[in-house]
Structures are given as C-alpha cells and as structure tokens.
C-alpha cells in the first residue's frame, strides 16, 4: 500500500507564507514525477507545479515567482513554499505522485494524497 500524506496547510494574512510537505509512504520502489495540484470549491483541480524525479520544474503562470517546488528523495518527501500568498490562492491543496512499487513493475501508477486546506485572508 502507498500513502501520500500532505501538511502545512491553514489561515495565513495576504502577503503571508506557508510550506506544504507531502510525503510519501508504503511500498516504493521509485518515485518520478511529483505535483501540487489545487481545487476550488466547484472546480476541477488545476497543476500547480511539477518536480521530476531530476529536479526539474514546471509552474502555472499564477504562481511564478511565488511558489517553489522542491523534494528530498531520500525521504519520498515534496514541497511547497508559497510566498506572497493572495486571497486566490484559497483552496485545497493535493499532492500526487508517478510512481512505482517494485522492481518488476514496469508501469507507473498515480498516487493522490487526502488534501490539505490553505485559505488566505485578513
């Protein structure tokens, strides 16, 4: 079984900073690409930033210059700093994860975590 867990979420004043982790656990053999996502109440989820397993990033253009992406390989374990955080950056965070679980497994699979809220208000 694989889990991915998120924290860090919560209320935070606009201009303010939080830093969301996601870690991953269970049976993992190796772990490619690593997402934050975030949703909107009646929304579909949208990328927010993408890691590979490399180090190489993506961001959406709203969050550029805002939001770093980062992971610890050695702890399964992606992050997010948000700096300069804006009333529309409300809204539940998830993280997912490309991996695989063993060696013999040649597909890789998505993991999602549970959410983690961040509401962004005076």
């Known amino acids: 079984q694989v889990q991915l867990v998120e924290s860090g979420g919560g209320l935070v004043q606009p201009g303010g900073s939080l830093r969301l982790s996601c870690a991953a656990s269970?049976?993992?053999?190796?772990?490619?690409?690593m997402r934050w996502y975030r949703q909107y109440p009646g929304k579909q989820r949208e990328l927010v930033a993408a890691?590979?397993?490399?180090?190489?990033?993506d961001y959406a253009d709203s969050v550029k210059g805002r939001f770093t992406i980062t992971r610890d390989n050695a702890v399964n374990t992606v992050y997010l700093q948000m700096n300069s955080l804006k009333p529309e950056d409300t809204a539940v965070y998830y993280c997912?994860?490309?991996?695989?679980?063993?060696?013999?497994?040649?597909?890789?699979?998505?993991?999602w975590g549970q959410g983690t809220q961040v509401t962004v208000s005076s």
């Open positions: 997912n994860a490309d991996l695989r679980t063993s060696s013999i497994q040649l597909a890789e699979y998505r993991y």
């Open positions: 269970g049976s993992i053999f190796s772990i490619n690409t």
């Open positions: 890691i590979t397993s490399g180090h190489s990033t």
